[in-house]
Each structure stands twice: as structure tokens, then as C-alpha cells.
């Protein structure tokens, strides 16, 4: 969070001037869903507790290679995927919080059981 939080203030403005103006309405609603999924894990395990699955680790890769393509020809291309890979990542651990009975931080995915 502390990641997204920096890299967002400092690159803000530059995303904003390069990336088209729909995307924003697709990241408030990713942050939405996102937030949702927090706010139903604090409820049901009374604390925070983000989960490490694989789509959450592909999603911060994605987001910490944003900066090193701002300026590549296929930016749209490339920020429209991570919005969509963004937002399955966040839908499913609001589904793993809401299925799930327990709270494990190192569950891989919706279908890793273990």
C-alpha cells in the first residue's frame, strides 16, 4: 500500500497527462472494489488483511513497471491491461474474504485451497 501510495503522488501528474481520461473512472473503481474487500476482511477477521495470491503480486509487478514504459508507444495498450488484470485481482480476494472462513495471508488464489 505504502508502494502504490509514493508512486501514485510522485507519478500523478504524468499519468495523468498521458493516460486517457476513461482509464480514471476503471482505477476508482478498481480502488473501490479494492477497499470493499478490506473493509469486508476487517469486518469478518477484524483486521487488515490484504492477501499475497498471485494476481495481487502480478498486478504490483505491473504497477512497478508503469514507469519504465510511460513513454512506449503501446502505454494505452499496456495500462488498459493492468486496469483489467487490476481489477480480477481485486474481485478475487473481495471473493476469497467473503467465502473464505479464514483469514490467511498467504492464500495463492480463489482456487488454492490450501
Known amino acids: 500500500m505504502l508502494f502504490y501510495s509514493v508512486m501514485l503522488v510522485r507519478l500523478f501528474l504524468v499519468l495523468y497527462q498521458i493516460l486517457p481520461g476513461k482509464i ?16 469486508t476482511a476487517a469486518v469478518r477477521f477484524h483486521c487488515f488483511a490484504p492477501l499475497h495470491t498471485w494476481l495481487n503480486k502480478l498486478t504490483g509487478l505491473g504497477v512497478f513497471l508503469l514507469p519504465y514504459i510511460l ?15 487490476a481489477f480480477v485481482a481485486s474481485a478475487e480476494e473481495l471473493t476469497i474474504h467473503l467465502l473464505h472462513t479464514d483469514n490467511r495471508a498467504d492464500r495463492k488464489s480463489f482456487l488454492h485451497s490450501s
Open 24 to 39: 480514471w473512472y476503471v482505477v476508482l473503481g478498481i480502488v473501490l472494489v479494492r477497499l470493499t474487500a478490506y473493509i
Open 71 to 85: 513513454w512506449v508507444s503501446v502505454i494505452d495498450i499496456y495500462s488498459w491491461g493492468l486496469c483489467i488484470l
